[in-house]
């Protein structure tokens, strides 16, 4: 079992950058792949990035690539979202989740274990 806390959301202009952080309980975080989510006012919760174990693969949603990075330091037990470029879309709580695989990685359905999330408003 792996607990997850989720830290760095705030409000920030468009243009700008946060970076969140994921920090894992347990000493079992390097077997867990790491999803980022988020969910806006009256959405679904939408998949935003996925790292595997070895952060040899990565997924991203289409909206983020090329201003989002993920990132894991299994040292630390802590997984990172670098979000730049931000805009006032990417608004939205965001939630990192854990499971054993990347099988079905954007299926939030599919995951066992979730952070509280952080609150990350853009204004425009």
């Known amino acids: 079992q792996v607990q997850l806390v989720e830290s760095g959301g705030g409000l920030v202009q468009a243009g700008g950058s946060l970076r969140l952080s994921c920090a894992a309980s347990?000493?079992?975080?390097?077997?867990?792949?790491i999803t980022w989510f988020r969910q806006a006012p009256g959405k679904e919760r939408e998949f935003v990035a996925a790292?595997?174990?070895?952060?040899?693969?990565?997924y991203y949603t289409d909206s983020v690539k090329g201003r989002f990075t993920i990132s894991r330091d299994n040292t630390k037990n802590t997984a990172y979202l670098q979000m730049n470029s931000l805009n006032p879309v990417d608004t939205a709580v965001y939630y990192c989740?854990?499971?054993?695989?990347?099988?079905?990685?954007?299926?939030?359905?599919?995951?066992?274990?979730w952070g509280q999330g952080t609150q990350v408003t853009v204004s425009s």
């Open positions: 347990g000493r079992t975080f390097s077997r867990y792949a």
């Open positions: 989740t854990a499971k054993t695989s990347l099988l079905y990685y954007s299926d939030p359905a599919k995951y066992d274990y």
């Open positions: 790292i595997g174990w070895s952060a040899g693969t990565i």
